[in-house]
């Protein structure tokens, strides 16, 4: 096991303060904020450290929750890999499909490709456009083969479609003909489908993995422990709709954890920093249930009710249903 550990030191090798800053950043004074002065030259904002103060005393006793919490399990987006916790601590990945990882350069291809086609017709700053373009070429040339040799083989020729067209596109910038607003768009409509037969394939590895990775997480735990573990998706800060990993893990726990016990974790790029948002998670519960009588009325924004009151309803999906 600590070999396997070992192969994944990239994911749990993160700075601890990437980590540390989820839930804890101090609030920022007035004299800190845009247009107040020089914020070295101001005055400490008395209450602002006091704040820090109390940020600090609810940090430790989240720390405290987290070591006591005998389970719970995250899981970065996009890889299948499951991550087992016991007293907030990383003990095990349950390992995914391989090839789903090497998917995600195909995707980030296109994305760098299309990036770079906004920037050559928006013309802001041409020069750097074209420096880019280079790059741009150069990355594309090199990913070309090395994506297509890792997918599986019937995957194979729609990557190569896809990274061919993209390539086609990067080399007659690089060649000096003018960017158009359709270049991109028209290039990747020819190549749709491939785009889209490995994307699918993708997807359905990473439900697969997650699907396994859940089940042997929970026939190896103690059935009450696993029954109120708290499972986290750790993700970007624009929250896609309709995660493939909350999916899967509905299939596992049942849907009506969405929210409660199966939590999508915002600007969380790492295994610590989704550790973090467990433990923020159970300290939350714990203050909502204290305070308000509602364990999860933490989960909401604290003005929540006059919000609501204003919107006529809520109109964001509820968690803590």
């Not at 090497?102 to 920037?119: C, D, P, S």
């Not at 493939?244 to 915002?266: C, K, N, P, Q």
């Not at 249930?289 to 109109?315: E, I, K, N, Q, T």
Request: net charge negative.
């Amino acid at each position: 096991m600590a070999d396997h550990l070992d192969r994944r030191t990239f994911v749990l090798g993160a700075s601890a303060l990437a980590a540390a800053i989820v839930g804890d950043a101090p609030e920022a004074s007035a004299e800190q904020t845009p247009g107040a002065g020089n914020p070295a030259e101001a005055a400490p904002d008395p209450i602002a450290l006091l704040n820090t103060r109390f940020r600090e005393l609810y940090a430790a006793n989240r720390e405290e929750l987290l070591a006591a919490a005998p389970l719970a399990a995250v899981m970065l987006i996009g890889t299948g890999e499951v991550w087992r916790l016991e007293h907030g601590r990383p003990v095990r990945s349950y390992a995914p499909i391989p090839w789903i990882v090497k998917a995600k350069g195909l995707m980030h291809a296109v994305i760098a490709t299309q990036a770079t086609a906004a920037r050559l017709v928006r013309a802001q700053d041409v020069a750097a456009a074209r420096a880019d373009t280079t790059r741009l070429t150069e990355a594309l040339a090199t990913a070309q083969e090395l994506i297509a040799a890792a997918l599986l083989a019937d995957l194979a020729p729609s990557a190569r479609a896809v990274m061919a067209a993209l390539r086609q596109l990067a080399d007659g910038w690089g060649a000096g003909r003018p960017a158009t607003a359709n270049d991109f768009s028209d290039a990747l409509q020819k190549v749709q489908p491939d785009l889209k037969r490995v994307l699918t394939a993708a997807g359905e590895a990473v439900y697969e993995s997650v699907v396994a990775g859940l089940r042997k997480f929970a026939s190896e735990s103690d059935p009450q422990e696993w029954q109120s573990c708290l499972v986290g998706v750790c993700g970007v800060g624009f929250a896609r709709r309709d995660n493939i990993e909350i999916a899967a893990a509905m299939s596992v726990m049942g849907r009506d954890v969405v929210g409660t016990r199966l939590l999508y974790f915002e600007n969380a790029f790492t295994i610590p920093a989704g550790v973090v948002q467990i433990g923020a998670s159970l300290a939350d519960l714990a203050l909502g249930r204290d305070v308000f009588g509602d364990p999860y009325r933490m989960w909401r924004d604290l003005f929540s009710d006059v919000a609501v009151a204003h919107a006529g309803g809520g109109f964001f999906p509820e968690t803590g249903r």
